[in-house]
């Protein structure tokens, strides 16, 4: 059976885009079928990862929630566009479902609202029509209908947090959220964690204070910055010490 | 009180609504919640799915949904198998944008005293 995965932080920036990006590259080079939502509607950016831009967005989630199109039409195969198109050559596949950068489309959602119904019924429409095996739900950060929605439905949750105190506190709000409303497998994710941490000692004092297990301590690294979200880090440079620590991430969704 | 009867007395005190929010899940109390979110999930349920979940009777799990759709939680669509029942989601409703946000926005750079009349929202 098809396994959903939202991915969510409290705050934004963290990096859910980049890890969501990361991680759903990494299970189509297994070999499994990923799909990739982007549900930030009012302000999109995991296809520039996936190296989708405005002109080759011809229909995006926002047409299905007006009923201008089925959810599948609206899915892209980017599976050749990414890791100098690696993944293609050794996979399952990876179709993304893009948000509209158009600010006309981004401002009629704001102002009108959209079907949450059709929203979840698309999550599972995408899951049969495009067979999946995958699909991750890339977030808006805090928590808002399309957020809720995506904790309430999710086999797995993985939440982003970084070294600052903001997010510290924030976290706390969105793991209590996900224990009510019992998402089957929860893992935290510190990602930009400063080097005057000792990951070990990060990890252990993460776990201890939300009692929920700590995925992955990915480094505040120049070499991501340097990469600008133009490309899948972990597929362009896999011996890095980041994509060591996407590999943990995708051993344990993987097992769950 | 069984079951059965903790669920009906919350679904019986809880207020009449156009149509469910994700967000009301947090208000429910949790074998309610985990109800509603299984229906979710599933996106359509039977009374015999819910009973299974629940623990209860397929008849009292109907009576349950029954009172879900009473409510404004759930709709029912009679198929051949019986009646299927799914979410009814509240739409996401639009957000106000400030009427004077426009002007507010033009009047850093310049001022603009003909937006003076444009409505409470500007001194407010
Ligand atoms: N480990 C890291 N080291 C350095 N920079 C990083 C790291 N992870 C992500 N970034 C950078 O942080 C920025 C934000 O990343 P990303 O867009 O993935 O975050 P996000 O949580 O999806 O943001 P939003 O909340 O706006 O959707 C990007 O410029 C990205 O390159
Ligand atoms: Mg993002």
Redesign the pocket.
């Known amino acids: 059976m098809a396994k959903i995965i939202s991915i969510h932080?409290f705050r934004?920036?963290?990096?859910?885009?980049?890890?969501t990006a990361n991680v759903s590259a990494q299970f189509a080079r297994k070999g499994y079928r990923v799909g990739v939502i982007d549900t930030?509607i009012q302000?999109p950016?995991i296809h520039v990862l996936f190296g989708l831009d405005e002109e080759q967005m011809d229909k995006a989630l926002n047409d299905y929630l007006w009923g201008r199109c089925a959810i599948e039409e609206a899915a892209y195969d980017v599976s050749a566009r990414v890791g100098k198109g690696e993944v293609v050559l050794m996979s399952g596949g990876i179709y993304l479902i893009p948000s509209s950068i158009r600010a006309g489309e981004i401002a009629r959602v704001l102002r009108e609202g959209y079907d949450v119904g059709l929203l979840n019924d698309g999550f599972r429409a995408l899951i049969e029509k495009l067979g999946l095996d995958y699909l991750f739900i890339d977030t808006h950060?805090g928590l808002n209908e399309e957020t809720l929605l995506s904790i309430a439905i999710s086999d797995l949750l993985i939440i982003?947090l970084r070294t600052d105190q903001q997010d510290f506190q924030g976290t706390a709000v969105t793991v209590d959220v996900a224990r009510k409303l019992e998402v089957p497998h929860l893992y935290l994710v510190i990602?930009?964690a400063i080097s005057s941490y000792e990951p070990e000692a990060l990890r252990h004092q993460i776990e201890e204070t939300y009692k929920a297990p700590v995925a992955a301590v990915?480094?505040?690294?120049e070499d991501?910055?340097a990469?600008?979200?133009s490309d899948i880090f972990s597929l362009c440079y896999p011996d890095h010490p980041?994509s060591q620590e996407i590999q943990h991430i995708v051993a344990l969704v993987e097992a769950a | 009180m069984g079951i059965f009867d903790r669920i009906q007395s919350e679904i019986e005190t809880r207020e009449k609504q156009e149509g469910f929010s994700p967000a009301d899940l947090l208000a429910l109390s949790p074998p309610l919640r985990r109800l509603m979110s299984y229906i979710i999930r599933e996106g359509e349920v039977t009374a015999a799915a819910a009973a299974e979940l629940v623990q209860v009777s397929p008849t009292n799990a109907q009576q349950l949904l029954d009172g879900l759709v009473h409510k404004g939680y759930l709709e029912r669509e009679e198929r051949e198998e019986g009646w299927v029942y799914r979410t009814r989601f509240a739409r996401k409703r639009g957000r106000e944008i400030p009427a004077g946000i426009w002007s507010a926005l033009g009047r850093r750079t310049r001022p603009a005293p003909h937006d003076r009349d444009e409505g409470p929202s500007r001194d407010a």
């Open positions: 932080s934004g920036g963290t990096g859910k885009s980049n890890v930030d302000s950016g950060p982003i990602n930009k990915i480094p505040l690294s991501v910055a990469l600008q979200s980041v």
